[in-house]
């Protein structure tokens, strides 16, 4: 039996490959299937079946794409109701798979068709669960983002997530193995553990939504409390892994376009394309195409795109570091932006040769930031989230987070400079973009954002620990 976890940082996703006999199961495979085909090929073994643990919201899946190239079925709980055709399991459904069986175990609660997938080895002992969003390291999955009846609130899903924890899976062996969808960073839960892989017994004694003696009301409470709005493409990529989507092979053929500066101009002009630059912030800050937004690849890249362009059929051309081409595009489609019209050929550089208009960023470091701030009270917005920020801030400083920047702008002044920064520099970038995209030009970026402000002896408020806000 093989079991291989396949996970994607940037996403903070974990796909599954499993394997028995020459037989083959994929658990929430990613949009690009050709690693799993490539996988199954090498080890002479067929892919018998495709499992959905829910309708994802944070990224489109490749079942559909998978099953059109294997011909393997694909599976999901009770009460789906996908457009296109499907195993819908029943709660207890046995699939053979080798010398071993995946018992579908119907949790609702994240989703209504939330299924867990219990795999039992060749003895027929209970050996792993995979968990999708219903359990997470640390957490269990948020119950405000189902595609629900309009009667049904959040808290009427966290009551059900509470029946589904108590009925199907504490009940199991604290040695089965706990694998989840997502791990730290995913905004599918709000305190996951960093790790990706663990034991039932460990989770029980740790995760505070498996307390043995917690009550439904104090569950209902704890699951629902301090839930951020989620991002607005959300819906969109559920709709997509419930309705279907272009083959993906025909995202990259379109989206990997090479258009000439002059093509690339034309094609934003007549398109009302989003200019999106994926290159190093750095690289941003120097020199890039005016009112282009920057998103680089080296960062939280998709969950970004999502959060912030939100419209999954926004048309977007791209500005890449060399090679990184065919990277982007992917990783757009992951997230469900399909809309992709092009690549900028030969990058920055040649719109530069080319004599085309050109914006930067005014940026400075942390020494020289202090110099300038040492005695003047200038307007310094730090762009990181509430919680980064009330645990240890720049004292004087404003929180505007990147993902609400926009309900901020009020507060910008617009007769005089502010600065902005994040934790890192990546995020303020992003931030300052997007002003400038807004005509928002009198900003000035401090970069290597508090961690080198804090080296370069900057005062910052006492630190206090996020987990006791």
């Known amino acids: 039996m093989i079991i291989e976890q396949i996970y994607t940082g940037c996403l903070a996703q974990g796909a599954y490959y499993i394997e ?80 071993i069986t995946i018992k579908a175990l119907h949790t609702p609660g994240h989703t209504m068709e939330s299924t867990t997938y219990l795999l039992r080895d060749e003895t027929g002992k209970d050996h792993a669960i995979f968990s999708g969003d219903t359990l997470f390291l640390g957490d269990v999955g948020r119950p405000d983002l189902a595609q629900k009846a309009a009667d049904m609130t959040k808290e009427d899903l966290a009551g059900l997530l509470f029946d589904s924890l108590r009925s199907k899976i504490m009940p199991l062996a604290d040695d089965v193995i706990v694998y989840p969808a997502h791990g730290a960073g995913s905004a599918c839960g709000k305190n996951m553990m960093k790790e990706t892989v663990d034991t039932l017994g460990n989770q029980k004694q740790m995760n505070y939504a498996l307390r043995a003696n917690m009550t439904r009301e104090e569950f209902v409470n704890e699951v629902t409390d301090g839930l ?87 048309p977007i051309l791209l500005v890449t570091p060399k090679g990184k081409e065919e990277e982007a595009v992917t990783r757009l489609s992951r997230v469900g932006f399909d809309n992709t019209l092009g690549v900028l050929k030969g990058g920055f550089e040649a719109w530069e040769k080319a004599g085309k208009d050109t914006d930067n960023i005014i940026a400075l470091s942390a020494e020289e930031a202090k110099e300038v701030l040492k005695n003047k009270h200038l307007p310094i917005f730090d762009v990181r989230k509430e ?42 970038v992003i931030a300052a973009s997007i002003l400038k995209g807004r005509g928002i030009h009198n900003l000035v970026d401090i970069t290597g954002g508090i961690a080198e402000m804090k080296k370069a002896g900057m005062e910052v408020t006492n630190y206090i620990c996020p987990t006791t806000q």
């Open 20 to 99: 028995s006999d020459g037989e083959v199961a994929i658990i929430d495979p990613l949009r690009e299937v050709i690693p799993y085909l490539e996988r199954a090929k090498k080890n002479k073994a067929e892919i018998k079946y495709i499992f959905e643990t829910h309708f994802h919201a944070d990224f489109v899946s490749g079942h559909v794409t998978l099953s059109k190239e294997t011909g393997a079925p694909i599976v999901f709980g009770p009460n789906a109701n996908p457009a296109f055709e499907a195993i819908i399991a029943k709660d207890g459904q046995e699939f053979q798979l080798g010398n």
């Open 228 to 314: 951020l709005p989620p991002p607005k493409y959300f819906p969109l990529n559920v709709k997509m892994n419930k309705e279907g989507y272009e083959d993906i092979g025909d995202v990259l053929k379109r989206g990997m376009a090479a258009l000439s500066p002059d093509a690339f101009e034309l094609a934003a002009n007549e398109t009302g394309a989003l200019v999106l630059d994926v290159r190093n912030q750095e690289e941003f800050v120097k020199g890039h195409i005016p009112r282009s937004i920057f998103i680089g690849l080296n960062g939280d890249f998709a969950p970004w795109v999502g959060a912030l362009i939100a419209d999954v059929k926004q």
């Open 387 to 428: 919680s980064e920020f009330n645990a240890e801030h720049l004292v004087d400083a404003n929180n505007a987070p990147l993902d609400i920047l926009n309900d901020h702008l009020a507060e910008l002044p617009r007769d005089e400079t502010f600065y902005v920064h994040c934790a890192g520099g990546y995020r303020s």
